[in-house]
């Protein structure tokens, strides 16, 4: 078992103000639409650790795929500046290319 810090990801997700609830972020997990590393997951108990590539297609930007490093694990749910703080964007894909 690895004792490397980490933490849930809808947990991270919710941090990361994807959506305004925990609940929203847990129900987008659970349809399939992130994935860690590449791998799909539906679980919202999947743990992300510092440095993971998280992948999904934006339910705010017309669809589009973002991709994003994970720069830190969140502590609390924060303004927008400090939910930043929490990843890289690394690149961002049309859906439809």
Known sequence: MSTEPHQRLDLWLYYT???????????FIRKGRVRINGQRTHKTHAHLHIGDIVSFASPHRDEKVCIWRVIQLGE???PAK????????????????
Do not use: D
């Open 76 to 78: 609390r749910r924060g």
């Open 82 to 97: 400090e939910a930043a703080l929490l990843y890289e964007e690394l690149e961002e894909k049309s859906g439809n290319s």
């Open 17 to 27: 103000r994807l959506a305004k609830t925990r609940g929203l972020c847990a129900a």
